[in-house]
């Protein structure tokens, strides 16, 4: 420093007010700048909590509908949609509007009958469930519907303890 | 060697256990009232080596004891073995009560397989219907049907069934998985089972084309149901259709032209026809309900059909020529998946009475329908191409099995597995030999 002029320490005072007249602009401009990102961040954060919120709805909705399960049980050679078919069905449309997934329902039936007939009533299951959910807004392009009539029974026995859980359209 | 063949052994033995599981066995439930005694002795062998490589003569007894016409005479209890007219002493046949009598002899050469049979009437003393037939030795067992045939025809005045094949699924449970689904060829009496397709998914409604030289069936295999043709020769293989919602019931015509099946890709279930040639589609139903399970009458001009257009399933008739349709059975709320006989007059159906499925046949002049089985799930009947048997899947003993029962009700047996389930049963054509 001994070796420094008055010049040249007049020089650093020079350069240092100008160095804090600029610091203090600066300074001003980072205000403006926090108080942008802090917006941002809090619309961010708000944004995550919606989606977040939005998520944790559609997780109860997809509890909700799992808390039905996936199969729904009709009475022999009838395709009519029973009551508690519709409450579970209604479950899951509200879950499945929130998604895009594709929609499988793969319909079945009893082993009474010949197995070409229970076919085309395994798909008169199928698409009951499919007309359902299209009428409650789920569109149509995202349903595949097929019928695997008796060839897929759950219980393999005989009696209606047995067929009854054979009738019946599985969501996949 | 020596090593590599022992090491062999067990997979041989494997092998042959397996094929022998797929196998059908017989257990002949019912007999005819008045089945015609027949002697069939063991054919003489002259070929080389110590003995034919099958029993001849034991697949001729089997074949005639299983049409319930026939009571063939245990072997033990014949006074003598003749393979030629000048050592038989009818005698020794009157005193067994046999009234025919069947001889034959066997022989090979370069694996050609010839039988020469002779039939002779023990009442009368006279030599009523012989013949040759010859093949290849690894078709011994056809060959002999081939001479139960004659046999059959001659003394009933109906010509045989034995030389034929079936078609069925075989199905086996593996717990907690998939079943396997298996397509499987096999003699008219269950023997020499083959594999033709296996599949994780189901395959059902196999059919023949009208010369037995290529099937149809419906196959899962792509995750939906899709209908293929298969050439048995040459095992080329075609998928037919691909249409979204069902593709079902293939039915070959007459003529071998066209397929008949079920589709749904217009909305609700309908008859089409393919023109096997340019796969050209007709659809011949419209009909909101469910209309399926075609099948041609043997003059090719119309179809029966199952529809529950009038609130519950009944068998109707399409008509090619005008486009008509008439209902064909009233009797019973549910008669289903008709087949019908050479002579266009019998139609085997499933019916039910009384919440149970019977296998049943309508005679379409008199519009008489006759109850053929007592079980409870009978479904699928197929009928022999001479028209005599009809052979169907049923549940026994919890299981799915092939029974036959005569079209006039009185011969019944059973064809169970020796494991998992059998069904969908589908009787070939005469073959051409």
Partial sequence: ?172 | MKRLILACAPLLLLVLAQCARAELAIEITSGSDNPTPIAVVPFAWQGQGAASPEDIAAIVDSDLTRSGLFAPVDRNDMLGRPSREQDIYYRDWRAISADYLLIGRVSSTAGQMRIEYELYDVVRQARVEGGTVTGPESEARMLAHRVSDAVYKKVTGIPGAFATRLLYVAVTHVPGAKDYFRLTLSDSDGARPIVLLESREPILAPGWSPDGSQIVYVSFETGRPAIYRQNLSTGAREQLTNFKGLNGAPAWSPDGRTLAMVLSKDGSPDIYLMDLSTKQLTRITRHYAIDTEPTWMPDGRSLLFTSDRGGRPQIYRYDLRTGTVERVTYEGVYNARARVAQDGRNVVLVHQENGQFHIAVLDLVTNRLVILTSTALDESPSIAPNGSMVLYATKYQGRGILAAVSVDGGVKFRLPAREGDVREPAWSPYMSQ
């Avoid at chain 1, 399960?69 to 069905?89: H, R």
């Avoid at chain 1, 469930?129 to 149509?140: A, E, F, Q």
């Fill in chain 1, 1 to 172: 420093m001994k070796y420094l002029s008055v010049a040249g320490k007049a020089v650093i005072v020079l350069f240092t007010a100008a160095l804090l007249a600029a610091c203090s602009s600066s300074a001003k401009k980072d205000d403006a700048d926090a108080a942008a990102a802090a917006a941002a961040a809090k619309a961010e954060q708000e944004r995550a909590a919606a989606a977040a919120a939005a998520q944790t709805e559609l997780r109860r909705k997809m509890d909700a509908a799992a808390a039905y399960g996936n199969v729904f049980y009709f009475d022999f050679d009838s395709y009519n949609l029973k009551p508690e078919a519709i409450e579970s069905l209604n479950a899951h449309i509200a879950y499945l509007k929130d998604t895009d997934e594709p929609i499988r329902l793969e319909g079945h039936t009893d082993e009474r009958g010949t197995r070409e007939y229970n076919m085309a009533l395994g798909e008169r299951r199928a698409n009951a469930v499919r007309d359902y959910m299209v009428l409650n807004g789920i569109p149509s392009y995202r349903i595949e519907t097929v019928s695997y009539g008796e060839e897929r029974p759950i219980a393999t026995g005989s009696g209606e303890a047995n067929w009854s859980q054979n009738r019946r359209v599985e969501l996949k």
